[in-house]
């Protein structure tokens, strides 16, 4: 178990900056994830952590310790790749084995261990057959079993579960919790799915292009994200951002697009803080009201151009009469057709205000 620190991390491939001054912190015993697109640096700072890469810059700390020319075999840190690197002519027992044997454990220590991870990730059934024989979800325990089967201080699971399926995921994504809260240790999860990111971390980085945007509680980063691209990452479906212009009238003002927003009650906020009148109107999905018929002053009127049933609840896109298309949840199975005639609100307080010069929220 160990806490772990980046410390202005700069790190280049040739010419392109893959790590750009990245600081953070993943306290002990923490599952801390990493989110971001592919590209955005994830599995660099995985590997400068596990000693694959040296940075060009910065320190890496494990237990205060700065560890940038410890060898990769003594930080004492386990990698699960994205891959899932299994030696295809051993059995499953002697994959998950494999860490300890180079280890020279005794033999009878060795079975007791896999034994004891194979009966926690039901996988008892695999341990005399070779990955060819496995399925994805198999191959996945097998891969994981491999990975925590010496308890290092610190694991790293590169996305790992980006090569399986939706159903899958789900349950690997509560097998994966379940065994953090058993194993009480350091974990750091790298993905770009949102939900696995919220759905397991205790904290998130959001990263992008090597920079880290914001790092918080699952709520925190949903509810009070510090600029477009938190605010695009966080939740599902995606934030509408619909451009609007910012204009006083008196000791009133409001932004204008296909909604009127009155926002005297933030005006100063936002003269402050606003670099031009040229703003966005951030408002999620699920914030959204559809109708058949305008419902206030900031109504919108458009065309429902398609919709999702989903169980629970219904995807609609509303295409406005000034061609912006809006995204909402509807009711589940509710009475839409594509060309209807829709209208559309949002909760009161519940949108956002971002600079669409630096793409910081304002509000």
């Known amino acids: 178990m160990a806490s772990i620190r980046f410390e202005n991390i700069s790190k280049s491939f040739g010419r392109k900056k893959v790590l750009n001054d990245v600081s953070f912190e993943v306290k002990d015993k923490e599952f801390f994830c990493i989110l971001g697109p592919p590209?955005?640096?994830k599995t660099t700072l995985f590997r400068l952590l596990a000693g694959v890469e040296?940075?060009?810059?910065?320190?890496?700390?494990?237990?205060?310790?700065?560890?940038?020319?410890?060898?990769?075999?003594?930080?004492?840190?386990?990698?699960?790749?994205?891959?899932?690197?299994?030696?295809?002519?051993k059995t499953g027992f002697e994959n998950i084995a494999f860490p300890l044997r180079i280890r020279k454990m005794p033999k009878d220590e060795i079975k007791e261990k896999v034994l004891t991870i194979a009966r926690s990730l039901k996988i008892e059934h695999l341990l005399d057959r070779e990955p060819r024989t496995?399925?994805?979800g198999e191959r996945q325990r097998v891969a994981l079993a491999k990975t925590i089967i010496r308890r290092p201080k610190v694991f790293?699971?590169?996305?790992?579960?980006?090569?399986?399926?939706?159903?899958?995921?789900?349950?690997?994504r509560i097998e994966l919790k379940r065994l953090a809260s058993e194993l009480g240790q350091t974990i750091m999860y790298s993905t770009h799915d949102q939900a696995e990111a919220t759905s397991m971390g205790q904290r998130i980085a959001v990263i992008d292009k090597g920079v880290i945007h914001q790092i918080g509680i699952p709520s925190e980063?949903?509810?009070?994200?510090?600029?477009?691209?938190?605010?695009?990452?966080?939740?599902?479906?995606?934030?509408?951002?619909?451009?609007?212009?910012?204009?006083?009238e008196g000791d009133k003002s409001y932004l204008r697009g296909p909604f009127q927003v009155d926002t005297t009650e933030y005006a100063r906020l936002i003269s402050e803080n606003a670099t031009s009148n040229e703003l966005i109107l951030g408002v999620r999905p699920e914030h959204?009201?559809?109708?058949?018929?305008?419902?206030?002053?900031?109504?919108?009127?458009?065309?429902?151009?398609?919709?999702?049933?989903?169980?629970?609840?219904?995807?609609?896109?509303?295409k406005t009469r000034e061609d912006v298309t809006i995204t909402a949840v509807g009711l589940p199975?509710?009475?839409?057709?594509?060309?209807?005639?829709?209208?559309?609100?949002?909760?009161p307080d519940k949108f956002h205000v971002i600079d669409k010069k630096t793409d910081k929220v304002l509000l």
């Not at 399986?164 to 690997?172: K, P």
């Not at 305008?294 to 919709?307: E, H």
């Open 39 to 41: 590209g955005a640096g």
């Open 54 to 89: 040296k940075p060009d810059e910065g320190r890496v700390y494990i237990d205060d310790q700065v560890v940038n020319d410890v060898p990769p075999r003594y930080r004492d840190v386990s990698m699960l790749f994205e891959t899932l690197a299994l030696f295809p002519n």
């Open 134 to 136: 496995f399925s994805g």
């Open 156 to 172: 790293l699971l590169d996305e790992p579960l980006s090569n399986i399926d939706a159903l899958l995921r789900l349950n690997m």
């Open 221 to 248: 980063l949903y509810n009070h994200p510090v600029d477009k691209t938190v605010a695009m990452f966080i939740g599902s479906p995606p934030m509408n951002f619909i451009e609007c212009a910012y204009e006083e």
């Open 288 to 318: 959204i009201i559809v109708s058949k018929e305008p419902t206030s002053r900031k109504v919108a009127d458009g065309i429902i151009t398609s919709f999702e049933p989903i169980g629970s609840k219904t995807i609609i896109h509303v």
């Open 333 to 347: 199975w509710g009475d839409y057709s594509v060309g209807d005639k829709a209208w559309i609100d949002f909760e």
